[in-house]
C-alpha cells in the first residue's frame, strides 16, 4: 500500500474545504459524516434499477445534500454556529 503525506500533521484535527482545520470529533465533521453516509445509502438504492422518475427525484436529492455539504464545509465561524 502507497503512504501519503500531508505535511500538516495530525493533531487530531483535519482540513476542511478554504483550508480551515477542525477537530476531527467537531461536530461539523459529524454532521458532515452524516450526509455522507445518506448519500451513500441513496446511491445504493438508486442502484437497485428504480423506476426512471424516481430514480431521477433520488439523484436530484443527492445533488443537494452535496451542496449542502460543501456549504457547511465552507461555511467560516461567522456563518456557522457550532452545534
Known amino acids: 500500500?502507497?503512504?501519503?503525506?500531508?505535511?500538516?500533521g495530525d493533531e487530531g484535527k483535519t482540513s476542511i474545504r478554504g483550508g480551515?482545520?477542525?477537530s476531527?470529533?467537531?461536530n461539523i465533521?459529524?454532521?458532515?459524516?452524516?450526509?455522507?453516509?445518506?448519500?451513500?445509502?441513496?446511491g445504493f438504492v438508486n442502484a437497485m434499477k428504480l423506476?426512471?422518475?424516481l430514480s431521477d427525484r433520488v439523484f436530484e436529492i443527492q445533488n443537494r445534500l452535496f451542496d449542502?455539504?460543501?456549504w457547511i464545509a465552507d461555511a467560516t465561524s461567522d456563518d456557522f454556529i457550532e452545534l
Do not use: E, Q
Not at 1 to 8: A, D, G, L, N, R
Not at 29 to 42: E, P, T
Open 24 to 26: 476531527k470529533t467537531s
Open 1 to 8: 500500500m502507497i503512504s501519503i503525506f500531508t505535511k500538516t
Open 20 to 22: 480551515r482545520r477542525v
Open 51 to 53: 423506476p426512471s422518475d
Open 68 to 70: 449542502i455539504g460543501a
Open 29 to 42: 465533521i459529524k454532521l458532515l459524516g452524516h450526509i455522507d453516509d445518506i448519500n451513500s445509502s441513496l
